[in-house]
Structures are given as C-alpha cells and as structure tokens.
C-alpha cells in the first residue's frame, strides 16, 4: 500500500498566475524569517520557526500558473527524534484552471502518518495553506509566523525534546 501524503486542496476565485505569485510570497503566508529566493528554479530559502523549526528548501520546479516544487534539502525540527526528518521530503503546489477561478493542491510528499511529525504537521500545514496562504490569495493579507505571533498560539505548541 502506498503511503498517504499530506494533502490539502483549495478552490479559489483567482486566476492561476495570481495564486503562483502568492505562494512565492512566502514571507506572506508561511514565516517571515525567510532567507533567499522563493521563485524561480534553483532559488534556495530556508524558515525558521523560533527553536522548533528550520529547513531550507530548494526549488525544483517552477512553471508559472501551473506547478512549483520544493525539496527539502536541510531540515533541524529539535522536537523529533530524527531532528532531519523533512530532508529529502518534497513540497508541491498544482495549481489547475476552474471556470469559477482555480484549485489548488498542496501535497508533502514524505510527511505520511508514519512519520513522528505528522499529526503536528498537519495541523501547522492546516493553517498556513487552509487559513494563511487562502486569507493572502483571497483577501490580500496572510497570517504568518512572527516574532509576536505564532501558528502555535493557534494549533498548539511543540518543545524540542532532544535539544
């Protein structure tokens, strides 16, 4: 049986090329401690969520108003037993035309519920692609990770554990 993956799928009222630009905003919608490029292939950004999460991802595939590609390509989350646990993992957004505007499908490859951080993750990627990445393609404003706000208020908080 192959392993179930992450999946979230949005409809949106906005064209294809207006969702593509909005998911390269990472600073918009997932944290704006974001350093390096978040666009174009090859572009390579890394996050950091505090002292819970950092990765850095490397962008594979980019093809405007379609598809875009993330590899992750480091990944330290403290509150895991396999603290690497994301690298290798790919992040992938499919973006396809409606008639009423666009849907998008968000899928992990690699963040199945045999890995210790799904449950967690879930909940994280339920925010940021459900609430925070819809609220920016929608309404113009995300909900992002800050120094004075974090998607953890909301979903629950995670400790490192073998810090």
């Not at 390579?44 to 999460?53: K, L, N, R, S």
């Not at 499919?94 to 992990?108: M, N, Q």
């Not at 690699?110 to 692609?129: A, H, N, R, S």
Request: glycine content about 8%.
């Amino acid at each position: 049986m192959t392993p179930r993956n992450y999946t979230r799928t949005l409809s949106l009222g906005r064209t294809p090329q207006e969702v593509f630009d909005a998911i390269g905003n990472v600073a918009a919608w997932w944290t704006i401690n974001v350093d390096g490029g978040t666009r174009a292939v090859g572009d390579e950004f890394t996050v950091q969520f505090g002292d819970v999460h950092l990765t850095k991802q490397h962008i594979t595939e980019a093809e405007p108003a379609k598809r875009i590609a993330w590899v992750v390509t480091e990944s330290h989350l403290p509150w895991l037993k396999d603290v690497e646990e994301w690298k290798g993992t790919t992040i992938v957004f499919d973006i396809v035309a409606t008639p009423k505007g666009s849907d998008l499908t968000f899928t992990h490859i690699g963040l199945t519920p045999q890995v210790e951080c799904f449950e967690q993750c879930e909940k994280g990627w339920d925010y940021f692609i459900g609430t925070s990445l819809l609220q920016f393609i929608t309404e113009g404003m995300g909900l992002p990770d800050t120094t004075q706000r974090s998607h953890m208020d909301t979903i629950g908080h995670v400790h490192p554990t073998n810090a």
